[in-house]
Nanobody
Framework: VQLVESGGGLVRPGGSLRLSCAAS????????MSWYRQAPGKGLDWVSR????????TYADSVKGRFTISRDNTKNMVYLQMNDLKPEDTAIYYC????????RGQGTQVTVSP
């Protein structure tokens, strides 16, 4: 399993970012996919999960209504569209196969600051 996250950066409060995760080494459309994040000095928190077909998604309460997870099974990609970003969204963001944290990639840094 190889997962490579990208798309992070520095954004002002209220801004948007779209994270991408490129998957390889497994049959992508057999697995749900998840996003997690780790804020400075804190543990890993689950953010969102999408089912195999992309037809169902769930979100942490802290991001519900602001973030949207999606996937493209033809490209082995999963995305996280993040809108109305807040300083508390600052974290390293990881994608993972299903909820298997050991599969996560190197992460992508998101910093929300004025």
């Amino acid at each position: 399993v190889q997962l490579v996250e990208s798309g992070g950066g520095l954004v002002r409060p209220g801004g948007s970012l779209r994270l991408s995760c490129a998957a390889s080494g497994f049959t992508f459309n057999y697995y749900d996919m998840s996003w997690y994040r780790q804020a400075p000095g804190k543990g890993l928190d689950w953010v969102s999960r999408i089912n195999r077909s992309g037809g169902d998604a769930t979100y942490a309460d802290s991001v519900k209504g602001r973030f949207t997870i999606s996937r493209d099974n033809t490209k082995n990609m999963v995305y996280l569209q993040m809108n109305d970003l807040k300083p508390e969204d600052t974290a390293i963001y990881y994608c993972a196969q299903s909820s298997i944290l050991s599969t996560r990639g190197q992460g992508t840094q998101v910093t929300v600051s004025p």
